[in-house]
């Protein structure tokens, strides 16, 4: 079984930052893709920022600049720096990766969110 657990989050006002952990545990034989999405209440989740296993990343225009994706292939960790973060970046974080499990095969995993909050 594979899961993915995210941490970081919390309240901090406009130009703050704030750095989100999602870690991946379990039978994983290797990890592709992994990536932060985010929805905000009433919206769509979104895409947010993407790195591949060989650390390219690609970031949506609304972040960029802003936010930086890195990962750690031999934690099975991705993170996510939040600077100069704005209101309208409030909202659920998830964290998604493409995991080759020892047992299952190729699937997507989500972890549970974690919220980010930017407010005075």
């Known amino acids: 079984q594979v899961q993915l657990v995210e941490s970081g989050g919390g309240l901090v006002q406009p130009g703050g930052s704030l750095r989100l952990s999602c870690a991946a545990s379990g039978s994983i034989f290797s990890i592709n893709a992994m990536g932060w999405y985010r929805q905000a209440p009433g919206k769509q989740r979104e895409l947010v920022a993407t790195i591949t296993r060989s650390k390219s990343t690609n970031y949506v225009d609304s972040v960029k600049g802003r936010f930086t994706i890195s990962r750690d292939n031999a934690k099975n960790t991705v993170y996510l720096q939040m600077n100069s973060l704005k209101p309208e970046d409030t909202a659920v974080y998830y964290c998604?990766?493409?995991?080759?499990?020892?047992?299952?095969?190729?699937?997507?995993?989500w972890g549970q969110g974690t919220q980010v909050t930017v407010s005075s």
């Open positions: 998604n990766a493409e995991i080759l499990s020892v047992v299952g095969g190729l699937h997507d995993y």
